[in-house]
DNA sequence: ACCTGTTACGACGCGCGTAACCATT
DNA sequence: AATGGTTACGCGCGTCGTAACAGGT
């Protein structure tokens, strides 16, 4: 009788305004979000108009549509949390189904040389499985394991050594150490350093850099492992292929921070070393705990 | 027209449903949980009945009430999952609140020490300042400072040395060390240990010990801390006041590790430093990036 | 009988779409 | 005029409460 369907006394926010305003705030658009969505603008509209109302802020500016304060902050939330709700769904219709024969892996572009032996030790073990090799950025991998749309990740970045790699927390997932590697900067030939035998990274804030989240060390990692502003990036890669950046690198639009031996690829730049400070470039398999037959053969195969 | 509001389709799970399944599981009983929450026992049946149909799979078992495989796994993503929800709207709040005068403070029982200098400071700035101070359980802290039920708290735990706390994700808090102590071995003083210099906590192993989760360092994390089993607990410590548990151990009642200089509260007890492993008692300071006013000062001052 | 969870059913209100409106270029 | 966000309004579905039902002790 009393029914007063008002969800926002009780329960945080409503996802599904969270949803539309995510949309709206990405593509800076109402219009665009509701295509994206499969509503009406004018839905899209009273969602994001409810969402302030329930929250008593403006979240965005229109006209152009850009992220007031508020918004901006819960944005910070949003992701995450709307990652989470996806990831508990994923986690749960993991456990009713059947244990299947299909193996994903996904793996960040830097990550993928990780999986060698241990694929193959698996492959030996079931001669007719397919494996689906899937390379993602660095964004889109924990995304993908947390929702299961692959089993095993191969997350990468770069640390102290033997320290684990900070990763969004999406949920209980399980990650152990793979491999890990010294850091080196690419540079073109002719760049007056290209010839040391070793560099520190506080050396090189003054660079042009290219910003390469994806696929290289992303720049805001090498500030706060500097300690130091600097590293502006002068180009932005959004690729998640090594041989582009490294071409990129190698015609001179900037450097970047990679694994020390990137493996034959690296014709036309030269890898120098990075001594200072104590880095190493990190890779980890990230899975669900719950991870069964195959693909769990594949992650202790991965670990071991 | 088309107005098929099923719900789940694109968003990951109802936070509704997610929130009524939590009370269930907690409270073990489908008409306790609708007390607490306010609904009718049959509204709540509904509400879990919905979440499993969504999910496609039982998460309790009835008579007794008790989750399933999916149903336990399902409460691991609940529980963050709702504290997020709630800090997201705590978080837009305060940035259209006005910054108060009124300072929270909460502290896990151990780190209420590490307050001191930091608050005189303060309240010398500020002399009609009404601090207050709330003594709290681990879990509960960082889910007060979330929603922004405290401005500032002060969380503690057992670690290697400068390694920062693992603090549950709540969203984007700022944490900074504020203290770091040696770990004692608590005994009671005709304890066979009592009277030597540095215990290797290894060989405590077997002994029987007091479980104070919320007070002293919970057991569990010595397990990990010593990469062995044991540590068993033949009695609980339920409340969050350090003087109560120093007299259980005095009456032999069983062990518990602390942080080293427990201050003058250690009559009756012998406290023995733990030399191996290479732990200390941490203490950090967490908050919200925009806190402002008077509680960023405290914050300030803290770290300081 | 009593306690506790489920099912049936009806009412209220939220959340869409349609359409008219308004503002900015 | 065109583009894009807001407001008005009505209809449908979901959600809750009441009430009848069912399984255990």
Redesign the interface.
Known sequence: MIGLGA?SD????D??L??SFVAVARRRSFSAAARE?GFTQSAVSQQVAALEAD???V?LNRRPVTPT??GA??L???V???L??????A???R??APPSARVVVGASPLAVTALGPALADVRREHPDLVVTVRVLGRSALIREVATAAVDVGLADGAVAPSDSLPL??A??LRAVGVLERPLAVLLPPRHPLAGRAGLRLADLAAAGWIDAPDTAVPLGRLRTAAGAEGYRASVRYEGTDVGGLVALVGAGHGLAVLPDPTGAALSGVTAVPVTEPRLVHRVEAVHSP?LAGVPAALAAALTG
């Open positions: 969800i009780t329960d945080g926010v996802p599904h969270l949803r969505l929250l008593g802020a979240l304060r508020a902050r819960l910070d939330h949003a995450p949390l709307l989470r709700l996806d990831a508990a769904r986690d749960v219709a456990l009713a969004p927390d949920g209980p719950t």
